[in-house]
């Protein structure tokens, strides 16, 4: 059985950091593309962040590139969200995804077959 878990979210500033990081057990990370997906009250969820099984490729929504960077531990089985000069609008909750083996980073939920169970952020003024 696969289950991701999200931590490192929180109440912060805005202008400041975070790191969220998502544990697998279950399956071995190293050959799936992962992806971070968020979702602000009354909107739809949206990839923010996704890379590709090697490490080498990397997708960012418009949203936050430049200011959040995924990136992925194998020999942890762990998937990172860095982000930087946190805004009033990345207040969301955050999920982590388990994607596509051997593929690169994708935005599209249905490519994601399992899910972290969400952590929160909120970014106050």
């Known amino acids: 059985q696969v289950q991701l878990v999200e931590s490192g979210g929180g109440l912060v500033q805005a202008g400041v950091s975070l790191r969220l990081s998502c544990v697998a057990s279950g399956r071995t990370l190293s050959t799936y593309a992962m992806g971070w997906f968020r979702q602000a009250p009354g909107k739809e969820r949206e990839c923010v962040a996704a890379i590709s099984w090697s490490g080498f490729s990397t997708y960012y929504a418009d949203s936050v590139k430049g200011r959040f960077t995924i990136s992925r531990d194998n020999a942890k089985n762990t998937v990172y969200l860095q982000m930087n000069s946190l805004k009033l609008e990345d207040t969301a909750v955050y999920y982590c995804?388990?994607?596509?083996?051997?593929?690169?980073?994708?935005?599209?939920?249905?490519?994601?077959?399992?899910w972290g169970q969400g952590t929160q952020v909120t970014v106050s003024s």
């Open positions: 995804a388990l994607g596509p083996q051997f593929k690169g980073p994708t935005m599209f939920e249905y490519e994601y077959d399992y």
